[in-house]
Structure formats: structure tokens, C-alpha cells
């Protein structure tokens, strides 16, 4: 679960983060292309992006879960 605006899991993002949730996962990241990050769902599975980029393919009850690991990861390594 995501606590507080602008954190993922106590980690503070330098700038308000933009989340794309889409229905597609073929156009789903070009359409959310200035997103930090997002979701795209399919049928059993869905994809997750940074700034339009494919970044991996994972069943549809994992995404929420990989989302967030994502973003931690990224604000761990400070690249938001």
C-alpha cells in the first residue's frame, strides 16, 4: 500500500512522481509516455514502464506489488 503522498514505503521522492494506470499494454506506454512510471493491464498480465520504457512483464496479481518495488528501488538509487 502506498503511504503519503509523494512516498513509496517512507522514502520521499524529490518531486511529485506521475503514476499512468492503463487499459493497454500496446498503447498503454506511449500514451502515458510522460509518466514516471505506470502500469498497463492485460487479460492475466500487464506490463510496468519508466517514462515510456518496457520495463518488465508480470501477472496481473503481482503488478501492484512490482510497481511499488520499482519506485522503491528507484528512489533508493536517487534516480527520482
Do not use: S
Not at 509516455?33 to 514502464?49: E, K, Q
Request: aromatic share 6%; hydrophobic share 40%.
Amino acid at each position: 500500500a502506498w503511504h503519503g503522498e509523494g512516498r513509496a514505503g517512507g522514502k520521499a521522492a524529490r518531486r511529485p512522481l506521475k503514476v499512468a494506470v492503463m487499459g493497454c499494454v500496446v498503447n498503454g506506454p506511449g500514451e502515458a509516455a510522460g509518466a514516471d512510471y505506470g502500469v498497463a493491464g492485460g487479460r492475466d498480465y500487464g506490463i510496468l514502464f519508466r517514462k515510456g520504457e518496457r520495463v518488465g512483464k508480470y501477472p496481473a496479481d503481482q503488478l501492484a506489488d512490482r510497481l511499488l518495488a520499482l519506485i522503491r528501488g528507484d528512489l533508493d538509487e536517487g534516480r527520482t
